[in-house]
């Protein structure tokens, strides 16, 4: 299952893996590819949704870094939580989250480079951190309830990138499907990895996605730069 299947990021995602996986497209807005209209929210909901399923891609809730905390906390917090538990109840061993390099975000501001996913988490919003909530949340229920949870802390997904910071925190589209790819089959319990392309600017460590996942990215920015 991919969740918020009518958003930017699941466009770009799920061409490259409709013709490897049997996917099911959810969001709680109807249109495009989308198979069901459903609210995370509602666990029951998506209990039943996930009937069949063996992983979900979890891509829904809010992502304006400038969201109101009414805004973020039913799709960020309870949405999360929501679709964690829906997992176990259903018997989902697997969860990919799309979390935010903004959970870091105040690295970034005070050009402490490069990050790496072990740091504390430093939140540059309350966008921010509601995705380091999911984290944590992710982290719980992995631990108590055995539940694969990888976390991709997404850079900027783009068809090409624009400007100095899309130049150093770019994930092509083809990268994205790889990086995804690469967690429906990996056997780890828990992890945090960030998602950006290989690029040379890059100032995210994805040593561990390396290491852990085997994600090896083929795309770097810097040839739109030169």
């Not at 049997?22 to 969001?27: I, K, S």
């Not at 992502?63 to 999360?80: F, I, K, T």
Request: charged letters at 25%.
């Amino acid at each position: 299952m991919i969740t918020g299947a009518a958003g930017d990021v699941a466009s770009r995602l799920i061409p490259g893996l409709q013709d490897k996986y049997d996917l099911r497209l959810v969001d709680i807005r109807p249109g495009g590819a989308v198979d069901t209209c459903l609210d995370i929210c509602d666990t029951a909901e998506m209990v039943t949704a996930l009937d069949g399923i063996d992983a979900i891609v979890h891509l829904a809730g809010e992502r304006r870094v400038a969201a109101s905390w009414e805004d973020l906390r039913g799709p960020n917090v309870e949405g999360m939580v929501s679709v964690l538990e829906a997992a176990r109840q259903a018997g989902v061993g697997k969860v990919i989250f799309a979390s935010t390099n903004h959970v870091m975000g105040m690295y970034g501001r005070d050009e402490q480079w490069p990050v790496d996913p072990a740091q504390p988490v430093r939140p540059d919003s309350l966008y921010g951190a509601t995705k380091a909530f999911g984290e944590a949340a992710g982290r719980y229920f992995s631990d108590t309830f055995g539940i694969s949870v990888l976390c991709l802390r997404i850079g900027w997904v783009l068809d090409r990138p624009h400007n100095e910071q899309a130049r150093m925190m770019w994930l092509s589209a083809g990268d994205l499907v790889r990086l995804v790819d690469c967690c429906l089959r990996a056997d780890q319990r828990f992890g945090i990895y960030y998602a950006v392309s290989a690029n040379t600017q890059r100032r995210w460590s994805i040593e561990n996605a390396r290491q852990d996942l085997g994600y090896e990215p083929q795309d770097d920015s810097e040839v739109y730069f030169t």
